[in-house]
């Protein structure tokens, strides 16, 4: 089974889990943002990181409540990790970052954080809060950092209940062009 196939087989069997505290699905969140990228003309590997941003929580099956329990499943590095294999950096590294891009947003701009839902604010509590200074400073120069904001603000917007946005065979070809290793 190639990556590609595995990635729509893991969706299709838990893409319809709630997505941790928000009203959508794990497939509806990844849809609405990857479509966001999309509609703002993003490349093709931000489109993809950008669909693929929380595969770590389909990967690791937190329950939903995880946040709840305290407990922090680091979903990006997961996703990025289990993605590095078969994906450039251009769309992993994102990935492993979005989670860095809320703490960024949260300490330099300081309506972001009272922007995000509350089960984004519960996770960023888990996942160190707003970074310090010299956080901020290494973050800014991670040659990924605009592509992790982008992605983490497509991710912010992308909770809306029945928000149309294509399925998941609108992004098979891409994922499939970008994959690095012929499938097996």
Known sequence: MSIVDEIIEMFARRGGDAYFGEPVSQLEHALQTAFQAEQEGASDTLIAAALLHDVGHLLHKA???IADRR???RHEKVGAMWLTRYFPAAVTEPIRLHVAAKRYLCAIDGGYQRGLSIASIR????QGGPMSDEEVREFE???YARECVRLRRWDDLAKVVGSKAPGLAQYQFLLEKLQRFSPA
């Not at 996770?123 to 888990?126: D, V």
């Open 141 to 143: 120069a991670s040659p």
């Open 123 to 126: 996770s960023l509590a888990l």
């Open 63 to 65: 329950p939903e409540d």
């Open 71 to 73: 407990v922090d499943g």
